[in-house]
C-alpha cells in the first residue's frame, strides 16, 4: 500500500498514514536507520497501539539493538508524544505504546532515535554505533599513528608555533602543507611565510586547535572529533581541508533534530554545505518539522541571509504545489 512507506532523515523516521480508517492494524514497510531495518505498526482495540521493532534477522538476534528514542503520533486536531523510551527491541513485543483512540483518519507517526547501541558478538558492554564516520579511520599502521603522535605531543623538530585564542602550540610545516592546500600554497608563494615560525589560529580555542592538528596527523579520536566539529568545520573552510569538511557535513547531518536545525541550516548556508542544507529543508517542510522551531523561526529570520530565505520561501511553495 501506498501509505506503508516510512520516510527517514537523519535519526529520525516518519510514517503517514492517509487513512487509518475501519481497520484494526496497519504494519509499515521495513526502513533502514543504523544498521538495522525496522518496522512500525499500529493496531486499534481500546486504544491504539504502536509497535517499534527490528526486522527479524540473525544481525536482530545476535545483536539486538538497544535503542533510545522518543515517538510522536499527531494529525491536524492533536498530537502526543511519549517519554523516553531506552529498551532492548527484539520482536514487536518488546515495545508497545497505548495512544487515545481519538487519533483517527490521517496520521503522523514519527520517531526520533536519540541513541542506538549494539553488543560486540564476544560479549562486554554495549557501544553506541553512533558517532562513526568513515572518514576519520586511517589506514596507516599502528606503528606509524604512534610515531606521528609523538612527534604532535613531545614537538620533535617542531619548526611552527599556532597561537591561538588561549595558547600556544607546535607543529611541522611539513605535515600542516601536506594535509591543506592553503598552508602549502603559503609556504611556497611567499618567502616572508616560508621563514616564518609563527601562525595565528586565533579564531580557534587551543583545546579545538589541538583536535584540529590531530586530523592533520592522523590521529584524531571520533569523540574528539564530534565535540570540535564545528570548530573544525570552520577550519576545514578557511584552511581548504576537503576531507575533513565533508567529514563534518555528514556529520552534522547524522544527528538533525528540531533543537539544532536552524542552527545547522545557517552553517550549511555559510559554508556552502549543499547536502546539508537540503537535509534541514527536508527536514523542516518534507517532514513538517517548521512546526516545531515555530518559537525560534522569528529570531532566526531576523538574521538570517536574504538569498537564504528567499530559498526557505521557494522550497515551500514547490512543497505546496
Request: glycine residues 4%.
Amino acid at each position: 500500500m501506498g501509505d506503508s512507506k516510512v520516510e527517514t532523515i537523519s535519526r529520525l523516521a516518519q510514517w503517514k498514514i492517509d487513512n487509518f480508517g475501519p481497520c484494526s492494524y496497519k504494519k509499515s514497510d521495513p526502513f533502514k536507520l543504523g544498521i538495522w531495518n525496522w518496522y512500525l505498526s499500529i493496531e486499534r482495540n481500546r486504544y491504539l497501539y504502536i509497535h517499534l521493532f527490528p526486522e527479524p534477522s540473525r544481525l536482530s538476534k545476535e545483536q539486538p539493538p538497544i535503542a533510545r528514542f522518543i515517538i510522536r503520533v499527531s494529525n491536524t486536531a492533536s498530537s502526543s508524544s511519549s517519554s523516553l523510551h531506552e529498551r532492548v527491541l527484539r520482536t514487536c513485543d518488546d515495545f508497545v505504546w497505548p495512544v487515545d483512540t481519538t487519533f483517527l483518519g490521517r496520521l503522523i507517526i514519527d520517531v526520533e532515535f536519540l541513541d542506538l547501541k549494539i553488543h560486540p558478538l564476544n560479549g562486554g558492554e554495549a557501544s553506541s554505533i553512533w558517532p562513526s564516520d568513515g572518514k576519520l579511520q586511517s589506514v596507516a599502521t599502528p606503528n606509524t599513528l604512534r610515531c606521528l603522535s609523538r612527534m604532535l605531543d613531545e614537538a620533535i623538530h617542531a619548526d611552527l608555533t599556532i597561537i591561538t585564542a588561549d595558547g600556544t602550540l607546535k607543529a611541522h610545516k611539513a605535515v600542516l602543507s601536506a594535509t591543506s592546500p592553503a598552508f602549502l600554497a603559503s609556504y611556497r608563494n611567499s618567502s616572508e611565510e616560508k621563514e616564518s615560525s609563527t601562525i595565528h589560529i586565533e579564531e580557534m580555542s587551543q583545546e579545538s586547535c589541538t583536535v584540529l592538528l590531530s586530523y592533520m596527523y592522523g590521529t584524531i579520536k571520533p569523540g574528539d572529533f564530534w565535540k570540535h566539529r564545528l570548530s573544525l568545520l570552520g577550519a576545514a573552510n578557511k584552511y581548504d581541508i576537503g576531507d575533513l569538511k565533508d567529514a563534518c557535513e555528514e556529520s552534522l547531518l547524522e544527528d538533525l533534530n528540531s533543537g539544532n536545525v536552524l542552527e545547522r541550516l545557517n552553517e550549511a548556508w555559510l559554508y556552502q554545505l549543499q547536502k546539508l542544507k537540503k537535509g534541514c529543508f527536508t527536514f523542516l517542510f518534507d517532514f513538517g518539522k517548521i512546526y516545531d522551531v515555530r518559537e525560534e523561526i522569528n529570531t532566526f529570520f531576523r538574521h538570517a541571509d536574504r538569498d537564504l530565505m528567499l530559498e526557505m520561501f521557494q522550497e515551500v511553495l514547490t512543497i505546496w504545489k
